[in-house]
């Protein structure tokens, strides 16, 4: 898997180079700025079906069904940690993709109002 950057700013995610339609560098003009291609890592990408089954089928045979919480509360608690260290930009980039543009506008000004 690939993401796409443009002037610094993720703006897309595809799933190999020929998935992009064209030439990258056909994608915008070069006044418009640059965009980059960076390969994400293979752990960032979706395990396969086979695997999840058999990781949760592990899970299911302990009494625990709650074996694996805390280690989702860590990991997204890192990555939470890691988006709120970049900076505004990259909370509100976070947060659009979970809210609609006009929702986070509303949310930022109540929480200013509030203050």
Do not use: C, F, W
């Amino acid at each position: 898997m690939y993401a796409l950057y443009y002037d610094g700013r993720l703006v897309g995610v595809i799933s190999d180079e020929t998935a992009y339609p064209g030439n990258i560098g056909d994608a915008l003009s070069p006044d418009e700025g640059l965009v980059e291609m960076v390969e994400i890592p293979d752990r960032l990408d979706r395990p396969d079906p086979q695997t999840i089954e058999e990781i949760a089928a592990i899970v299911e045979d302990t009494d625990d069904q709650n074996l694996l919480d805390e280690h989702v509360h860590d990991a997204k608690g890192a990555e939470a940690a890691s988006i709120n260290n970049a900076g505004i930009s990259d909370q509100a980039e976070y947060l659009l993709q979970t809210m609609k543009p006009r929702e986070l506008k509303e949310l930022v000004q109540s929480i200013i109002a509030e203050s």
